[in-house]
């Protein structure tokens, strides 16, 4: 079972700066994705790759703000948040498909491994 941890989560101000983490128990070449949740709302899809980088896909709300990435070797998938806003407040979690390994899905329910998620709150 994979496991994934995440980190990088924190208070900032906006138009600030931040970059998360997420490490995986071990290598795979599966679709992997940051969600994120804001009390009260749904969870909802924020970034999603390929193992390769490639078929990168952004919600519309972060595009052009934030850089999805994997660094295979180290096991480990970064979100960089570039340019944060109030409204990018929730906790964000990464996750896993195993059923997929190309064309990311931005639907969560077809996400099997999770991580707990990591709390960023962007002051105004």
């Known amino acids: 079972q994979l496991q994934l941890v995440e980190s990088g989560g924190g208070l900032v101000q906006a138009g600030d700066s931040l970059r998360l983490s997420c490490v995986a128990s071990e290598r795979s070449t599966y679709v992997m994705a940051w969600f994120r949740q804001a009390p009260g709302k749904e969870r909802e899809f924020v970034a999603a790759t390929m193992y390769n980088n490639a078929n990168t896909d952004y919600a519309d709300s972060v595009k052009g703000r934030f850089t999805i990435s994997r660094d295979n070797a180290e096991k480990t998938m970064y979100l960089r948040m570039n340019s944060l806003k109030p409204e990018d407040t929730a906790v964000y979690y990464c996750?896993?498909?195993?059923?997929?390994?190309?064309?990311?899905?931005?639907?969560?329910?077809?996400?099997?491994?999770w991580g707990q998620g990591t709390q960023v709150t962007v002051s105004s």
């Open positions: 996750a896993a498909d195993r059923h997929r390994y190309i064309n990311p899905s931005r639907l969560w329910g077809d996400y099997d491994y």
